[in-house]
């Protein structure tokens, strides 16, 4: 025979009755004393391992039903201390102070089938003062046949009578853990039932212990009814709206900078923070993915991380030194500076020279290109011929023509110092240039002399003693100038 070893299966009535005999014995002994009371495991007499958890699942659903009842200190055991007999009982309960025994145990017939048999103890008796069996029934049905047993014993022992609730707990979400707690007190983890609960009034809660602390799947304040079953309906969830918040922001976060080398330690950080969630998922075991997930998550992260170190390194190899850059950008800046200080003072000094040059240029063409000056040196040219006027007029030409041939060559070195390229290309324009400049200088001497002597040569024409005496001055002047 195949028995299913789920909590649910024991939600013994039988245990009801053993309970109604423990509010049975402090009324019976009149005690208005908080009582000590011991729960022995239930004894597993089948003779087969396979019912060791249907022992458990009854003691368990005993200590639930237990836990309504007022006026009681229980204290539950994990192993007997000692033998069921009265003389070991009397004994490890005088020494233990334990004023009340509880023990039970299932028994197995050749039918296959099983009895459920709980009994009390009294240390003040120094006797076992209830004991009730059930009859031999399907595992199943045990829990039906216990009933009356409850009401019996409740009739013959105190003539009073408490009601007890069933309550039943039905989870419509993800498969999880949670805790119940009725009236401020935790009575229990993932429960299916409660075979009685005391009757009236009840706070009850039923919460879980999740990744961003508790959360409450059901908290409301209800009245129980004997005889009556209440239903729990609470839904576990996959992640909370909170939950969900704060999954989706760390991945977010951890997307956007997924390709970002300098931000490896923040991304460090928030996979820590991601993995850390899903640490302990026993409050939903379909939580398992998104652990899973992280796992890969961080395995993907480190290989990420090292193609950015891998590439910023390959960076790093060709990137120049912004502080030597920076030296070289300074010095740079001043060798511009200098050099257009040095290309100002250039400019200016050829302004300079230019306008020289304009201005004995035009003073050479105001002098010679006036009509009535012209026509007099005719004039007086004609009165001089024998005074060596043509002498003068001469040297007069030659320098002109001297002055406009500097001048013309001197424009030239100038456009060509201005379009020098190199140091050593203005230099030598600029050698240039002094030599016209000079030649400048004396040609305009040379026909300055001219525009002198002339005028005086010319005034002699009329009066042939002045002619004579500025022919010879002017041959004392080309005397003193030189050979022709």
Same mark, same amino acid.
């Given at each position: 025979?195949?028995?299913?070893?789920?909590?649910?299966?024991?939600?013994?009535?039988?245990?009801?009755?053993?309970?109604?005999?423990?509010?049975?014995?402090?009324?019976?002994?009149?005690?208005?004393?908080?009582?000590?009371?011991?729960?022995?495991?239930?004894?597993?007499?089948?003779?087969?391992?396979?019912?060791?958890?249907?022992?458990?699942?009854?003691?368990?659903?005993?200590?639930?039903?237990?836990?309504?009842?007022?006026?009681?200190?229980?204290?539950?055991?994990?192993?007997?201390?000692?033998?069921?007999?009265?003389?070991?009982?009397?004994?490890?309960?005088?020494?233990?102070?334990?004023?009340?025994?509880?023990?039970?145990?299932?028994?197995?017939?050749?039918?296959?089938?099983?009895?459920?048999?709980?009994?009390?103890?009294?240390?003040?008796?120094?006797?076992?003062?209830?004991?009730?069996?059930?009859?031999?029934?399907?595992?199943?049905?045990?829990?039906?046949?216990?009933?009356?047993?409850?009401?019996?014993?409740?009739?013959?022992?105190?003539?009073?009578?408490?009601?007890?609730?069933?309550?039943?707990?039905?989870?419509?979400?993800?498969?999880?853990?949670?805790?119940?707690?009725?009236?401020?007190?935790?009575?229990?983890?993932?429960?299916?039932?409660?075979?009685?609960?005391?009757?009236?009034?009840?706070?009850?809660?039923?919460?879980?212990?999740?990744?961003?602390?508790?959360?409450?799947?059901?908290?409301?304040?209800?009245?129980?009814?004997?005889?009556?079953?209440?239903?729990?309906?609470?839904?576990?969830?996959?992640?909370?709206?909170?939950?969900?918040?704060?999954?989706?922001?760390?991945?977010?976060?951890?997307?956007?900078?997924?390709?970002?080398?300098?931000?490896?330690?923040?991304?460090?950080?928030?996979?820590?923070?991601?993995?850390?969630?899903?640490?302990?998922?026993?409050?939903?075991?379909?939580?398992?993915?998104?652990?899973?997930?992280?796992?890969?998550?961080?395995?993907?992260?480190?290989?990420?991380?090292?193609?950015?170190?891998?590439?910023?390194?390959?960076?790093?190899? /060709?990137? $120049?030194?912004?502080?030597?850059?920076? @030296?070289?950008? #300074?010095?740079?800046?001043?060798? &511009? !500076? +200098?050099?257009?200080?040095?290309?100002?003072?250039?400019?200016?000094?050829?302004?300079?020279?230019?306008?020289?040059?304009?201005?004995?240029?035009?003073?050479?063409?105001?002098?010679?290109?006036?009509?009535?000056?012209?026509?007099?040196?005719?004039?007086?040219?004609?009165?001089?011929?024998?005074?060596?006027?043509?002498?003068?007029?001469?040297?007069?030409?030659?320098?002109?023509?001297?002055?406009?041939?500097?001048?013309?060559?001197?424009?030239?070195?100038?456009?060509?110092?201005?379009?020098?390229?190199?140091?050593?290309?203005?230099?030598?324009?600029?050698?240039?240039?002094?030599?016209?400049?000079?030649?400048?200088?004396?040609?305009?001497?040379?026909?300055?002399?001219?525009?002198?002597?002339?005028?005086?040569?010319?005034? /002699?024409? $009329?009066?042939?003693?002045?002619?004579? @005496?500025?022919? #010879?001055?002017?041959?004392?002047? &080309? !005397? +003193?100038?030189?050979?022709?």
């Amino acid at each position: 025979m195949v028995i299913s070893m789920k909590k649910s299966i024991i939600r013994p009535r039988i245990l009801l009755s053993c309970l109604t005999l423990l509010i049975a014995l402090p009324l019976y002994s009149q005690d208005a004393a908080k009582k000590a009371l011991a729960v022995f495991p239930f004894a597993n007499n089948t003779g087969s391992d396979a019912y060791g958890a249907a022992c458990d699942a009854a003691a368990n659903s005993l200590v639930l039903t237990l836990k309504s009842l007022e006026g009681y200190d229980v204290q539950v055991l994990g192993a007997d201390p000692v033998e069921r007999s009265e003389e070991a009982l009397a004994s490890w309960a005088e020494n233990a102070k334990v004023d009340i025994v509880l023990y039970g145990g299932l028994s197995l017939n050749a039918d296959g089938k099983v009895q459920a048999s709980l009994s009390a103890f009294d240390r003040q008796k120094a006797a076992t003062i209830v004991t009730k069996k059930s009859d031999y029934v399907k595992l199943m049905d045990i829990f039906h046949t216990s009933d009356d047993l409850v009401v019996a014993v409740l009739a013959d022992m105190t003539g009073k009578h408490i009601g007890f609730a069933r309550l039943e707990f039905h989870n419509s979400g993800q498969p999880g853990s949670y805790e119940v707690a009725i009236d401020g007190a935790v009575v229990g983890k993932n429960l299916d039932a409660i075979a009685g609960w005391r009757e009236g009034k009840h706070e009850l809660v039923v919460r879980q212990k999740r990744m961003l602390g508790e959360y409450e799947l059901y908290k409301q304040t209800v009245t129980l009814v004997e005889g009556k079953t209440f239903e729990v309906d609470f839904s576990v969830p996959l992640l909370t709206e909170a939950e969900k918040v704060k999954v989706e922001g760390l991945e977010s976060a951890i997307r956007s900078r997924w390709d970002k080398g300098e931000a490896a330690a923040e991304v460090d950080s928030l996979i820590a923070q991601y993995t850390d969630l899903f640490k302990d998922v026993d409050y939903c075991p379909a939580l398992s993915a998104y652990r899973d997930k992280a796992a890969k998550l961080a395995m993907d992260w480190a290989a990420q991380k090292q193609k950015l170190s891998d590439r910023a390194q390959e960076q790093g190899e /060709v990137k $120049p030194d912004l502080s030597k850059l920076a @030296a070289a950008v #300074a010095q740079l800046d001043a060798g &511009l !500076k +200098a050099e257009a200080n040095a290309a100002n003072d250039r400019d200016r000094s050829i302004a300079e020279t230019r306008a020289v040059l304009d201005a004995l240029s035009q003073n050479l063409r105001d002098g010679f290109t006036s009509e009535e000056n012209k026509a007099k040196a005719d004039l007086r040219l004609r009165g001089a011929l024998d005074t060596g006027g043509w002498i003068s007029f001469a040297a007069c030409i030659i320098g002109v023509a001297g002055a406009g041939a500097a001048y013309y060559f001197g424009n030239q070195a100038f456009n060509t110092y201005q379009a020098a390229t190199t140091n050593a290309a203005a230099d030598s324009a600029r050698s240039s240039l002094q030599l016209c400049m000079a030649g400048l200088y004396a040609g305009a001497g040379v026909g300055g002399l001219g525009l002198v002597f002339t005028p005086i040569l010319f005034s /002699v024409g $009329p009066n042939k003693a002045e002619a004579l @005496a500025e022919k #010879a001055e002017s041959e004392t002047m &080309l !005397k +003193a100038l030189g050979p022709e």
